[in-house]
């Protein structure tokens, strides 16, 4: 029996296209391990310092804006550029065939 962590269902991983788990939860694998004698304590995973989380958070926020602002250009320009390449022919053969 594995005591790591099986993955979300639908995960990038060999088992996560299957539509139920391979391996039962950690809790009930961790019960069990207890049951057949071993010493089981569980390990806090680390987490992100909450100052940490506040900062980057106005960090996030900016950085969306600007995604948002590059997208709105991005559609600007390529519209400019659509009717450039568009009109330019026929505002060309416009002028030499008058």
Sequence with gaps: ??????GRIG???????????????????????GVLGASVTLERTPQMPRLFKLLMLPVGLILIALSGTVVVLLVYVSVALSMLFTWLPAVLLNTLLR
């Design 11 to 33: 995960s990038a991983n060999l088992l996560g296209a299957s539509g139920m788990r391979m391996f039962p939860s950690l809790a009930n694998r961790l019960k069990a391990l």
């Design 1 to 6: 029996m594995t005591v790591t962590h099986a």
